[in-house]
């Protein structure tokens, strides 16, 4: 097993242990707001439930990334390392939603977004060139 399957299959488990988890809590959450002998003021304000789901969406979607670069990687797709570069841009993605200040949480996306379409640029020239074919087939080699 390559060391980059290794990292994406702690990233897919970590992701998927946490989307996961945080939809059993939103089930559990949706279930005890069905009961109406409970005190619903605490049960909702403790977890707010559009958050919460939000939160489950997003690394249910990271998840599924790192389950195809995991894939990928494991099978030896030719398109695997797209799916890296989709992986890598959506964790730092997930970490600007999570880390940057909420008022400039648009303009850091739309930054990244036209950093990321830079990248594909580069790696389109760079894959026309087999710079980048050389290079792979000089990480690969035994």
Same mark, same amino acid.
């Given at each position: 097993?390559?060391?980059?399957?290794?990292?994406?299959?702690?990233?897919?488990?970590?992701? %998927?242990?946490?989307?996961?988890?945080?939809?059993?809590?939103?089930?559990?959450? #949706?279930?005890?707001?069905?009961?109406?002998?409970?005190?619903?003021?605490?049960?909702?304000?403790?977890?707010?439930?559009?958050?919460?789901?939000?939160?489950?969406?997003?690394?249910?979607?990271?998840?599924?990334?790192?389950?195809?670069?995991?894939?990928?990687?494991?099978?030896?797709?030719?398109?695997?390392?797209?799916?890296?570069?989709?992986?890598?841009?959506?964790?730092?993605?997930?970490?600007?939603?999570?880390?940057?200040?909420?008022?400039?949480?648009?303009?850091?996306?739309?930054?990244?977004?036209?950093? %990321?379409? %830079?990248?594909?640029?580069?790696? %389109?020239?760079?894959? #026309?060139?087999?710079?980048?074919?050389?290079?792979?087939?000089?990480?690969?080699?035994?």
């Amino acid at each position: 097993m390559r060391p980059l399957s290794f990292i994406n299959g702690v990233i897919f488990g970590s992701t %998927a242990a946490l989307g996961g988890v945080s939809g059993v809590i939103l089930f559990f959450r #949706y279930v005890l707001s069905l009961d109406s002998s409970l005190d619903q003021t605490a049960i909702r304000s403790a977890l707010p439930l559009g958050e919460l789901g939000r939160d489950t969406l997003i690394f249910s979607v990271l998840a599924v990334l790192a389950g195809v670069a995991f894939w990928s990687q494991v099978v030896g797709r030719r398109w695997r390392w797209l799916a890296e570069f989709a992986l890598a841009l959506a964790i730092v993605a997930v970490a600007i939603w999570f880390l940057a200040a909420p008022a400039n949480r648009e303009l850091d996306l739309v930054v990244l977004a036209l950093c %990321a379409l %830079a990248a594909l640029a580069v790696g %389109a020239a760079g894959w #026309y060139t087999r710079v980048f074919r050389r290079f792979s087939a000089w990480l690969e080699h035994d």
